[in-house]
Nanobody, 127 residues
Framework: QLQFVESGGGLVQPGGSLRLSCAAS????????IGWFRQVSGKDREGVLC????????NYAESVKDRFTSSRDMAKKTVYLQMDSLKPEDTAVYYC????????????????????WGQGTQVTVSS
């Protein structure tokens, strides 16, 4: 079974940082594109950013530009979302997702392209 096991959420103060982790289970990450999404209660899930099969950040939401960065550790089969300068507006359930690459060096924040999903982790930014 292909799945992501997601962790790292929690409560932080505005301006603080968190790093989310998604550990691949049943697949290696090699040749996969990665997407990060978030969902506020009562709203549609939103694409945050994506990372290509080459480990480079691709598309990203303007709201997280210069604050969020994705990375990976291929030996650990783990992907990360580093979130800095967090704002109350970042409060949401965050999801990691993956799919086998279609075109090398590209990625998308269209959630319909992803078939492997983490279970979600709550990030709350509050004083």
């Amino acid at each position: 079974q292909l799945q992501f096991v997601e962790s790292g959420g929690g409560l932080v103060q505005p301006g603080g940082s968190l790093r989310l982790s998604c550990a691949a289970s049943g697949f290696s990450l090699e040749g996969y594109s990665i997407g990060w999404f978030r969902q506020v209660s009562g709203k549609d899930r939103e694409g945050v950013l994506c990372m290509t099969d080459r480990g480079r950040t691709g598309n990203y939401a303007e709201s997280v530009k210069d604050r969020f960065t994705s990375s990976r550790d291929m030996a650990k089969k783990t992907v990360y979302l580093q979130m800095d300068s967090l704002k109350p507006e970042d409060t949401a359930v965050y999801y990691c997702a993956a799919h086998r690459r279609s075109f090398r060096g590209t990625c998308t924040v269209n959630e319909g392209r992803y078939n492997i999903w983490g279970q979600g982790t709550q990030v709350t930014v509050s004083s």
